[in-house]
Nanobody
Framework: QVQLVESGGGWVQAGGSLRLSCAASGRTFNMVQMGWFRQAPGKEREFVAFISWSDDNTYYTDSLKGRFTISRDIAKNTVYLQMNSLKPEDTAVYYC?????????WGQGTQVTVSS
């Protein structure tokens, strides 16, 4: 099992920045990938970005390229999501996930609210 704990969410004005963190614990060896989804009110959960644990490759949903940056710290088993130039439409609950051993694990989510 892998446990994930997100932090760093909050309230910010449009144009501002936030940095989300997601710390993994438990059986974290042989981690394959970690990443982020988000779910806005009344909408389906959507993919944001992922990072490969072995080679640092990253992938983003097209609409967020250039504003969001995903990174990782292997020693801390932590993935980060730097979010810049935030817009009201970025308001959502952001969920961290981890792929390991053929399973996907989810965090509890952290709320991000961007006011206009």
């Amino acid at each position: 099992q892998v446990q994930l704990v997100e932090s760093g969410g909050g309230w910010v004005q449009a144009g501002g920045s936030l940095r989300l963190s997601c710390a993994a614990s438990g059986r974290t060896f042989n981690m394959v990938q970690m990443g982020w989804f988000r779910q806005a009110p009344g909408k389906e959960r959507e993919f944001v970005a992922f990072i490969s644990w072995s080679d640092d490759n990253t992938y983003y949903t097209d609409s967020l390229k250039g504003r969001f940056t995903i990174s990782r710290d292997i020693a801390k088993n932590t993935v980060y999501l730097q979010m810049n130039s935030l817009k009201p439409e970025d308001t959502a609950v952001y969920y961290c996930y981890a792929h390991r051993g053929g399973n996907r694990y989810w965090g509890q989510g952290t709320q991000v609210t961007v006011s206009s």
